[in-house]
Nanobody, 125 residues
Framework: VQLQASGGGLVQAGGSLRLSCAAS????????LGWFRQAPGKEREFVAS????????YYADSVKGRFTIPRDNAKNTVYLQMNSLKPEDTAVYYC???????????????????WGQGTLVTVSS
């Protein structure tokens, strides 16, 4: 599966952005999907993930209550809705796909075999 992320940009603190990740391939619904981010000088970190059916979602503590990760299997797209953005949310955001069930490894970046190119989100104070 190939992934194409979009929707990044510059936003003021407290604002919102929605990232999109469009996937190619006819078996999109067989993949769990995730978002990770990497800030300058920091390691890549887990943000959110969703299982193949959309029935289970997982969030990093730092974004819980502010971000959501809906998916639309009919459109082969997963989103990251980001509300109440903070300057510390500034990073390059990557979408990723993992075939099958994530199990307990939903936050492990090496569980995901497919990655998009990243989209930059900058939150100004």
């Amino acid at each position: 599966v190939q992934l194409q992320a979009s929707g990044g940009g510059l936003v003021q603190a407290g604002g919102s952005l929605r990232l999109s990740c469009a996937a190619s391939g006819r078996t999109f619904s067989s993949y769990a999907l995730g978002w990770f981010r990497q800030a300058p000088g920091k390691e890549r970190e887990f943000v959110a993930s969703i299982n193949w059916s959309g029935g289970s979602t997982y969030y990093a503590d730092s974004v819980k209550g502010r971000f959501t990760i809906p998916r639309d299997n009919a459109k082969n797209t997963v989103y990251l809705q980001m509300n109440s953005l903070k300057p510390e949310d500034t990073a390059v955001y990557y979408c990723a796909a993992a075939y099958g069930l994530l199990g307990s490894r939903y936050r492990d970046y090496d569980r995901y075999g497919y990655w998009g190119q990243g989209t930059l989100v900058t939150v100004s104070s």
